[in-house]
């Protein structure tokens, strides 16, 4: 295969999922070193790639959901000129990255007018020129899933590591708040995220205090707060700061730094000054594994072979019941420490 002058990635669904693509992205760029390479993503996920070295450009667009204060004719107005920027890029390829037959995806791929779209199908029926079936998709982890379309483009071989940027600013500001509260020598630092999306992924904010407690008791641990900052009756974007201070409140004479995160960086980065993290499947959880980070992972009514942290040592809880309140302190904490002595050997 010649090496095509421009690509396009499409992946415009949530965080986890755009960081399960990084060894994809990372593996056509090292097939195609000076191949225009870029992704499509919405302005939820995409700061996730910012800075990131395989990466040529983000191409951000905006979903009316995230802003109900701006006019639906203004974002289709956004929408059609990216349309036209992009067309004038002259595609070689628009990769539809999401596993998963996506038909609106396929028709906006087609209004780019590249010369081949790549994707999945269920059937021989579809938009795309070349489809990964979606039936091999079946049983693997969402990483290889995607990186199925690695051999369209002749990659061969297992997928690399998953990977993400840390802005420096943000680091440093994080590093700097560490200072600030006196913690910094206090080891392990434990990140704790306190919040999911879906109600079945989130544990009670009591059993995250007693947990707290209870490491700083038996191993000096010292803690790094994370939570989705807003109110909880936010319809656009609900958040947990009421469940924060119950935490803040209760962890009362633990050492606990709260970190708030307006913004995808100060996450990446506040998880990246961790040496270990303890949250429920979601975004964040895949955000640690880019940043290699050990892991306490809470699962609810979700599928761990397809989302479990990828490549990182970790320790997985998920009742029978699929719902995360039925997972005690004593679990969470034994499988802290099974983890503990995993990362130490």
């Excluded at 010369?115 to 091999?136: H, M, Q, T």
Aim: charged content about 25%.
């Amino acid at each position: 295969m010649s090496e095509p002058k421009a690509i396009l990635v499409i992946r415009r669904d949530n965080i986890g999922d755009l960081v399960c693509t990084t060894p994809f992205l990372s593996a056509l760029r090292k097939r195609f070193p000076d191949t225009w390479l870029a992704v499509y993503a919405n302005s939820y996920n995409a700061p996730i790639l910012a800075r990131h070295p395989d990466i040529d450009e983000v191409i951000v667009y905006r979903k009316a959901k995230h802003y109900p204060d701006v006019s639906r004719l203004a974002l289709l107005l956004e929408r059609v000129r990216l349309v036209r920027r992009l067309r004038a890029e002259r595609l070689d390829y628009v990769i539809l990255a999401a596993p998963g037959e996506h038909r609106r995806q396929q028709w906006f791929a087609r209004l780019l007018a590249p010369k081949c779209i790549v994707g999945f199908a269920k059937n021989s029926y579809s938009c795309l020129d070349v489809s990964v079936p979606i039936e091999r998709t079946q049983d693997l982890h969402e990483v290889e899933a995607v990186f199925l379309l690695a051999g369209v483009f002749g990659i061969e071989g297992p997928p690399p590591p998953l990977s993400i940027p840390v802005d420096p600013a943000e680091l440093t500001r994080i590093r700097s708040a560490i200072q600030v509260k006196r913690i910094a020598q206090q080891r392990p630092l434990a990140g704790v995220h306190i919040s999911a999306r879906k109600p079945s992924q989130r544990w009670p904010t009591d059993r995250f205090v007693a947990l707290m407690r209870a490491l700083h008791r038996r191993h000096g641990c010292a803690f790094i707060l994370f939570w989705s900052p807003g109110d909880e009756n936010d319809p656009r974007h609900p958040g947990d700061d009421h469940k924060a201070r119950q935490a803040l409140e209760g962890a009362r004479g633990v050492p606990v730094l709260s970190w708030s995160t307006h913004g995808l960086p100060s996450l990446v980065a506040g998880l990246a000054a961790c040496d270990r993290v303890i949250c429920s499947d979601g975004g964040a959880m895949h955000i640690a594994a880019a940043l290699g980070k050990p892991i306490v992972c809470l699962f609810g009514d979700s599928d761990p072979g397809r989302w479990r942290p990828w490549g990182r040592p970790h320790e997985l809880l998920q009742p029978t019941s699929r719902d995360v309140a039925d997972i005690s302190v004593d679990d969470v904490l034994a499988a802290y420490e099974r983890l503990s002595v995993r990362a130490a050997t």
